[in-house]
Each structure stands twice: as C-alpha cells, then as structure tokens.
Nanobody, 121 residues
C-alpha cells in the first residue's frame, strides 16, 4: 500500500507558475498527474516512467508543464508555468505498480487526495 500526499496548490494569476509536489510513503514505479475541474471528468496531465527517463504530456499542457521525480525523496513534481484560467482544477497524483507510463487513469492504483489550483484572469 502506497500513500500519496500532494502539496503546492494555490491561487495565482494567469501567467504565473506553481510547483506541485507528491510525496509517496514508499518507492513508486510509474507516476502520473491528473486534474479535475468542476463538472468535468478527471483528465490526464502528465506521466513519468519508473526511472524518469520517459515523460508524456497532454497536448493542453505540453511546453508549459514539466513532470519530474526525485526517488531519493520518493517525490514527484509538476512544474507548471504560464498558467491559464483553464488550468484551474483539483490536481491529483497517482501511482502505478508497473514500470511503464500511461495516460489512462484506470491504469493507476494509488491516488492522492488532491490539491486545488486556481488561476485567475
């Protein structure tokens, strides 16, 4: 059983940056970030494989967001730059129990409680 705790969310203005962190209670394999806006489905944002060599992004965040991991700290990060109002959502990190990354939320076993990101225009 792996517990995930997100942090770093907040209220920012359009164009600002935020860095989200996801601390895991133990060693994790492939990790992902997802987000859910009010009234919408939870959607994929970014994923990283077990050793950080491969990453994958949703088209809507490509070039603005960067996912990374520090396995010495059992932590995954999501650096978010040039934030837009449409990035407003609750952001969740999630962990798989296999090595390879995925954009499918059903492939993730463990989930954090989420952190709110609000971007004002």
């Amino acid at each position: 059983q792996v517990q995930l705790v997100e942090s770093g969310g907040g209220l920012v203005q359009a164009g600002d940056s935020l860095r989200l962190s996801c601390a895991a209670s133990g060693r994790t394999f492939a990790m992902g970030w997802f987000r859910q806006a009010p009234g919408k489905e939870r959607e994929f944002v970014a994923a990283v494989d077990w050793n950080g060599t491969r990453t994958y992004y949703a088209d809507s965040v490509k070039g603005r967001f960067t996912i990374s991991r520090d396995d010495a700290k059992n932590t995954v990060y999501l650096q978010m730059n040039s934030l837009k109002p449409e990035d407003t959502a609750v952001y969740y990190c999630a962990a798989r129990i296999v090595l390879g990354l995925s954009r499918n939320k059903n492939d993730y076993i463990y989930w954090g409680q989420g952190t709110q990101v609000t971007v004002s225009s």
